[in-house]
């Protein structure tokens, strides 16, 4: 069946959670990329707790509490100044170089984001970056008030974009997300960034794992959860020629 949508991730697929990095560094000299690393597990375990408690808090207020967690265990003192400095960032992450041009050339597919963040965080980064101008959709998953990867996340799809899970194509970056996408019946597309053999020679070149190594160690690896992307990119701008492959029916734009 052709694909008449392809739907996106937002967070480490779209933009890169590692862009707050300076930011984090800024308001804390020397702290940066632990604080940085920290913040982005607990605020990923965070929305699965929550899930699985069925106490609901949007993912604005689960980024305020995973960062307020973070400086607390590293024993930070703050203002409120620089506390709120580093959460605006997340409306301001840096779009990976080659979304805008794949996005583009997936046209024209209905093109949309289904994401764990609240809608005014959503549709202020979407607004910030420029992709309102190439986006049909911002979905947020706070119409469910469950996170992904639950199924009742990936309904959102069909229930806003009007396809059935074999008519669209689902992208992301995040391994936890490719499998729950996969389990629900959507076709999915894994961006691998880091691979097995990045990670073992960043091992071997340092004595100590260095935080971001550590976060890639445990969040960028596929996970062993039984369920595999049917396609394995490394790149955002690899998508249109894999689409137009394997979906002849509405060719890619060059």
């Known amino acids: 069946m052709s694909l008449k949508a392809v739907v996106f991730d937002a967070y480490g697929t779209l933009y890169d959670i590692q862009s ?4 984090t560094e800024d308001a804390f000299p020397g702290y940066g990329e632990i604080i940085t690393q920290i913040w982005r597990i607990k605020q990923l375990e965070y929305t699965w707790l929550r899930s699985l408690m069925r106490r609901y808090q949007d993912f604005a207020a689960i980024t305020r509490d995973s960062l307020a ?17 580093v959460i605006e960032k997340y409306l301001h ?32 980064l979407v607004r910030n970056s420029g992709l309102d101008a190439l986006l049909d959709a911002t979905i947020s998953i706070d119409a469910k008030k469950i996170f992904k990867p639950s199924p009742e996340a990936y309904e959102l799809i069909g229930e806003v974009l ?36 990045a990670m073992a020679l960043a091992c071997v070149e340092n004595e100590l794992v260095a935080p971001l190594t550590m976060f890639k160690a445990i969040r960028t690896q596929m996970d062993e959860l039984g369920f595999a992307p049917d396609h394995r ?22």
Request: cysteine-free; hydrophobic content about 45%.
């Open 20 to 23: 707050v990095a300076e930011t």
């Open 69 to 85: 967690y973070t400086l607390r265990v590293l024993g930070l003192a703050y203002e409120n100044e620089a506390f709120e400095r």
């Open 93 to 124: 992450l840096d779009l990976y170089a080659d979304a805008t041009v794949a996005l583009t050339a997936l046209k024209p597919r209905k093109l949309a984001i289904l994401s764990n963040g609240s809608p005014d965080m959503l549709n202020a």
């Open 162 to 197: 009007g396809t059935a899970p074999d008519e669209a194509l689902f992208v992301s970056s995040n391994p936890w997300d490719v499998a729950g996408a996969k389990a629900f019946g959507l076709n999915v597309a894994w961006i691998e960034r880091v691979t097995p053999e």
């Open 233 to 254: 990119v490394r790149a955002l701008s690899e998508l249109p020629g894999i689409i137009s492959r394997d979906d002849p029916g509405i060719a890619a734009r060059p």
